[in-house]
């Protein structure tokens, strides 16, 4: 997205990433009013304190990648819809409408977790359906609409109304849904609806944000290759995600997930639900917004997907042990085990593999499933195996979606680079799976899981290997 | 024995409590925010840190960072260069082509 070079090479990145600070603290700001609202103060602050100390978040959170903005913004974003739902109003849906239309400029997945907050306004509307009088439904659909036109003129303005009102048939589309035909490569074509009456259709939203929605789509429907359980994958598999929440999850996080799912057993979430509408609508959320990630998620496998679910994880572990008797004990030892969790992780939040897995599975194992962003921290045993080498020829990086398009002309200003030399190269999976004949691949090691060393004679003028390469350190 | 007389509920002790930020969340936001900022401004330099390994790499010549989502939340972050580098073409903020890492 953006690009610095020379004297600001650092500088640039890190004034920017600074700017998505205060993103991250919503959902430090969202955990702590909704658990107040759901089970009062003391639960309030625990869960502040677990969402700010957690690996992940601050792992995730200072990157260029918005999954924990988006977490932070999403929490909010289903608290005003579930208030809605439980008071539809003017101000309810003006304020559901705002938040829903914020989600949707941080990250193209909210609208499948809008979705999940829709089911839950449909089975809240189906089990009132007997009581509720004719004049309430009329409220809710207009207040419902009133909220969905906010959202779409949130949406405009934070694309600042780039095409909006464009024709349906303009769009050049990837994805098959709107294709209407299978289109494995990629290419943008005409959508299925051009040649029909539908082409002339205007659609009242910006057309990148379609062509963003549907570039997501068609990443959906192809996959990414990942790495998961010590074996190379060409997609992510279904338990992709619980696999890697396994993994990943810190102690203090596992139990408040073990807590929420025995309370959904022996039934503790179904009496507290019917205390308070907030409580049943929060509880109505929670298996709709699983649902919802598990389907997101799909064949593509990015741990970093599921953060905005994380905080969701947290309020439903704390409102089943709140009520405990020993509530302030345990959340003391929640706390501790969390900022341990975090001290002992620091500067490598992204390597963070849970206490009970790090160590004790074989090093192809540890390294689980987080494909592209974790390559930081494969790129880190990278550095620390090619130091730890005697000897070694020259290392290059190949990875064609990291490194900046102006480095391929050092291809050629590399001028004591001899067309017969042995280099390695280093290949993140996707592109040793996508770019290389793995058969015939020449691999010196697998970093991380993820990273591939691939021995090559090169032939750097005539037939580049890689799009784009970059020195690798010296000592 | 008497207790101590609770306030009343809209007495300006009362609305004071509640106008005052809770001590425990400022302390999270404040901690958070710190532990952010010390990987963005320590970790992230070149050799500084463990996590800094990567982009030890990168810097090596020119840093680029592309997006998963190419969103408009991401010109937050082009904001630096846009205001400042008067040499650097920024990239269309919404571009959605060439952003899949």
């Known amino acids: ?475 | 024995m008497q207790g101590k007389a609770r306030p009343k509920a809209n007495s300006e002790e009362v609305q004071r409590h509640r106008r005052s930020p809770d001590p425990w969340l400022l302390g999270a936001v404040v901690v958070q925010a710190a532990l952010s900022l010390l990987v963005i401004w320590t970790h992230l330099h070149l050799q500084a840190g463990r996590l800094a390994a990567g982009w030890w790499f990168l810097t090596t010549g020119r840093v680029s960072v592309s997006v998963a989502d190419p969103v408009p939340v991401q010109a937050l972050m082009a904001l630096p260069i846009w205001l400042f580098d008067d040499e650097f073409e920024v990239p269309p903020l919404l571009v959605v082509d060439g952003c899949l890492d």
């Not at chain 1, 596992?254 to 057993?265: K, Q």
């Not at chain 1, 298996?287 to 905005?308: D, E, H, N, R, T």
């Not at chain 1, 390695?424 to 015939?440: C, H, M, P």
Request: glycine share 8%; charged share 15%; with cysteine.
């Open chain 1, 1 to 475: 997205m953006f690009r610095a070079a020379g004297r600001h090479a650092t500088l640039y990145p890190r004034l920017g990433l600074t700017l998505a600070v205060p993103l991250l603290l919503l959902g430090t700001l969202g955990c702590y009013v909704w658990a107040r609202e759901l089970a009062g103060l003391p639960a309030a602050r625990v869960a502040c304190w677990l969402y700010a100390l957690s690996p992940s978040v601050l792992g995730w959170g200072p990157t260029a990648l918005t999954d924990v903005a988006a977490a932070g913004v999403w929490i909010w974003t289903a608290r005003a819809v579930l208030r809605f739902w439980q008071n539809p109003g003017r101000a309810t849906a003006i304020q559901a409408g705002l938040w829903a239309g914020a989600t949707n400029l941080v990250t193209f997945t909210g609208v499948l977790w809008l979705l999940a907050l829709f089911a839950v306004g449909v089975v809240k509307l189906l089990l009132t359906a007997v009581t509720t009088q004719r004049v309430l439904y009329v409220r809710r659909a207009a207040g419902f609409f009133g909220a969905v036109a906010v959202a779409v003129a949130v949406i405009n303005a934070g694309w600042l109304f780039d095409r909006t009102g464009f024709r349906l048939g303009e769009l050049r589309a990837r994805s098959s849904l709107l294709l209407g035909r299978p289109n494995p490569h990629g290419r943008l074509q005409e959508n299925r609806f051009a040649a029909t009456a539908f082409g002339g259709i205007r659609v009242p939203l910006p057309m990148p944000y379609l062509q963003g929605l549907d570039w997501y789509l068609h990443n959906w429907e192809t996959g990414y290759p990942t790495y998961l359980l010590g074996r190379s994958l060409e997609q992510s598999p279904w338990y992709f995600l619980p696999v890697v929440l396994a993994f990943k999850l810190t102690p203090a996080e596992l139990c408040l997930g073990a807590s929420s799912i025995v309370a959904m057993i022996v039934g503790l979430f179904g009496a507290r639900a019917a205390r308070s509408r907030a409580c049943a609508l929060f509880l109505t959320l929670l298996p709709c917004l699983a649902l919802s990630f598990l389907i997101a998620s799909g064949k593509m496998g990015f741990y970093s997907q599921w953060l905005p679910g994380f905080p969701f994880l947290l309020l439903a572990g704390i409102f089943a042990l709140a009520p405990l008797r020993r509530f302030g004990w345990i959340a003391a030892a929640l706390v501790g085990a969390q900022a341990l969790s975090a001290l002992a992780t620091l500067g490598h939040w992204h390597a963070y593999t849970n206490i009970f897995t790090a160590g004790r599975l074989p090093a192809a194992y540890v390294g689980p499933a987080n494909l592209m962003p974790n390559r930081v921290t494969d790129y880190l045993y990278l550095a620390r195996w090619v130091q730890d080498l005697e000897s070694h020829p020259e290392v290059y990086i190949a990875n064609s979606a990291l490194i900046d398009l102006e480095l391929t002309t050092r291809w050629k200003q590399t001028a004591d680079w001899k067309d017969s030399s042995e280099l390695w190269f280093v290949y993140d999976v996707a592109n040793f799976i996508a770019g290389l004949d793995r058969r015939e691949a020449d691999v010196v090691a697998v970093i991380g899981g993820t990273l591939y060393v691939v021995r090559r004679r090169t032939q750097l003028v005539e037939k580049p290997v890689a799009a784009h390469s970059a020195q690798a350190p010296r000592r």
